[in-house]
């Protein structure tokens, strides 16, 4: 199974940071990588796939980069919705595997 | 627009079955797969298995093997998902989730809470 290892699991941050959440897979997964947001009570909720391409409807603050086993979500100016839950999902290998989350929080 | 709808909360004893289903609609069923997902209390994403609408093929994630079924039915849009020999570490919320071609999974049903307890 294709481990996937996200960092940091948690982080405080202010309204308008600039804030980055890294997530390195086991292998090569081939830009096959997607991240979720995912508030209290809720079903996740598709921003980006593909590692950079944004889901239709989902704010430009929300970009993806990376290659390889190496890839970042990046939040640019972060806003109040923005305090929630973030997972990468690879999606190159059956099983599925999911990073283990980083929590944003309101610093 | 698409919309996928899960069943309800569900309370078993160690021991027995469940089976949960979610009902889609908004977009042509047998063009995508499901997949299934769950979630234990205040812990991450855990992905089961998935499911080709099409034609029923299958394929679970090996914790689950014997005690997992996926199933379809394409005249009601409905997917199903049966877990047997429930244990308490099964409690958490399941969810549903459309997978795309390409298999990122883009449109998540609401959640179905099952709780395993004595």
């Known amino acids: 199974d294709i481990q996937m290892t996200q960092s940091p699991s948690s982080l405080s941050a202010s309204v308008g940071d600039r804030v980055t959440v890294t997530c390195r897979a086991s292998?090569?997964?081939?830009?096959?990588l997607a991240w979720f947001q995912q508030k209290p009570g809720k079903a996740p909720k598709l921003l980006l796939f593909?590692?950079?391409r944004l889901e239709s409807g989902v704010p430009s603050r929300f970009s993806g980069s990376g290659s390889g086993t190496d890839y970042t979500l990046t939040i640019s100016g972060l806003q109040p919705e923005d305090f929630a839950t973030y997972y990468c999902?690879?999606?190159?290998?059956?099983?599925?595997?999911f990073g283990g989350g980083t929590k944003v929080e309101i610093k | 627009q698409v919309q996928l709808m899960q069943s309800g909360p569900e309370v078993k004893k160690p021991g027995a079955s469940v089976k949960v289903s979610c009902k889609t609609s908004g977009y042509t069923f047998g063009a995508y797969g499901l997949s299934w997902v769950r979630q234990a209390p205040g812990q991450g994403l855990e992905w089961m298995g998935r499911?080709?609408?099409?034609?029923?093929?299958?394929r679970y994630s090996e914790k689950f093997q014997g005690r997992i079924t996926m199933t379809v039915d394409t005249s009601t849009s409905t997917a199903f998902l049966d877990l047997r020999s429930l244990r308490s570490d099964d409690t958490a919320v399941y969810f549903c989730?459309?997978?795309?071609?390409?298999?990122?999974?883009?449109?998540w049903g609401q959640g179905t809470l099952l709780i395993v307890s004595s």
């Open positions: 999902q690879q999606y190159y290998r059956i099983p599925l595997t």
């Open positions: 292998q090569d997964i081939h830009n096959s």
């Open positions: 499911i080709s609408a099409l034609n029923g093929n299958t």
């Open positions: 989730a459309r997978m795309s071609a390409t298999m990122y999974t883009d449109y």
């Open positions: 593909a590692a950079s």
